[in-house]
């Protein structure tokens, strides 16, 4: 099976081909953080826009990349959601066009499901199979006990693991996105500062880094009226260290719990550099065997919604010609 994937949920334009599900035969992604680094977060209508102008030249790109032609093509997987509504619309769209063109099949795949399924690019599924998702918009974990079917075991009640990132990130006049550079001081500093951990209620896999936030902003507050200077460096490891402690005590013990064969990590703070020592470390005492995707697939691309779809497709699911764009989807 080859089937062309199409992801527009936020600020990338990609369009990828897949075989079975599990290679890649092209994936071009356009992203447009240059754009959106000014204002210091994504621009909804900016991100349409740069859509528009990109998709023609990046689906092209990735039949030039494939060395393919539409003849070979069996069906096109697109995200429906969730992300910003204008943006998906050009995907869903494009995916219609083409698909309505070129007489081929048409899916729609959740944008979650898709990040998990980038874990397949790289290893095959073995269920029952825990996912830690953590993500700009998400942080959830997900249990599979096959192919796409999705029991969502715990979720954030606030804000997402990536989300937290970015606001600290701002709170240090770093540039967009934040992760990435909260993750490089993070290296250079010490956990000296005891941010709290958010566990919940006993038994719970829910997360809430809300709580987190507001303790790093006061933090910051409290200090400058003492007229000390906290180093970046140390606020960066001490948030990254609470952040990474309640995920990896959380994914280890559901992973105990649900006796899972398999743990992945999905999402672009999969490309976070302490979750994945710390998440190596917890597994390396364990039976069970962790995948964590190379850095290019853990954030927004269109090889990891071709997965999706390739799985959609071979269980027979088809979207009609209303299909539309669904900025809240569920994934369950
Ligand atoms: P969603 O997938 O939930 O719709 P999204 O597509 O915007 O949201 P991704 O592209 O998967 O999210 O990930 C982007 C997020 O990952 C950003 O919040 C970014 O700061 C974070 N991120 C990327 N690299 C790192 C890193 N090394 N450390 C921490 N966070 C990171
Ligand atoms: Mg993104
Ligand atoms: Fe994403």
């Known amino acids: 099976t080859i089937i062309l994937g199409i ?12 075989k079975n599900g599990t290679t890649i035969v ?22 349409s826009r740069h859509h528009v102008e990109q998709m023609t030249l990046v689906l092209e790109e990735a039949f030039t990349q494939a060395k393919l032609t539409w003849d070979e093509i069996d069906a096109i997987a697109v995200t429906e959601g ?17 698909a ?9 795949v959740h944008h979650i499901a898709g990040h998990i399924y980038a874990n397949r690019l790289e290893t095959e599924f073995q269920f029952p199979l825990l996912a830690l998702i953590v993500s ?6 997900v249990l599979m006990k096959e192919h796409g079917s999705y029991e969502v075991i715990g979720e954030t009640r606030d804000d997402a693991a990536g989300e937290a990132y970015d606001k600290v990130a701002r709170m240090l006049s770093l540039p967009y996105p934040g992760g990435p550079q909260i993750d490089r001081l993070a290296a250079e500093g010490e956990a000296n500062i005891n941010f709290p951990r958010a566990w919940l209620e006993e038994g719970s896999y829910d997360f809430s880094f809300s ?9 910051i507050h409290n200090a400058s009226q003492r007229g000390e200077e906290l180093k970046s460096q140390d606020i960066a490891a001490s948030f990254q260290s609470s952040v990474v402690d309640v995920l990896v005590s959380k994914t280890l013990r559901a992973a105990k719990e649900y006796k899972v064969k398999q743990v992945i990590v999905a999402g672009g703070v999969a490309a976070n550099s302490g979750l994945r020592n710390a998440l ?3 597994f390396a005492d364990t039976e069970v065997p962790l995948l964590i995707p190379p850095l290019k697939l ?3 691309n269109a090889a990891m919604i071709a997965a999706a779809g390739t799985i959609a497709y071979e269980q027979g699911k088809r979207a009609s010609w209303d299909l539309n764009a669904n900025p809240s989807l569920i994934l369950e």
């Open 136 to 141: 700009g918009g998400h942080t959830e974990l």
């Open 82 to 98: 969730p992300g910003l509504v204008g943006a998906l619309l050009i995907g869903v769209n494009t995916a219609k066009a083409v």
């Open 211 to 219: 709580g987190l936030k507001s303790s790093v902003i006061n933090t």
């Open 7 to 18: 992801e527009t949920s936020c600020d990338e334009t990609a369009v990828a081909i897949v």
């Open 298 to 300: 853990c954030t927004d």
């Open 100 to 108: 309505f063109a070129k007489q081929k099949p048409l899916v729609g």
């Open 280 to 282: 190596k470390d917890a």
């Open 26 to 47: 092209s994936n071009v992604v356009a992203s447009q953080i240059e754009s959106h680094k000014r204002f210091g977060g994504v621009v909804p209508e900016i991100a």
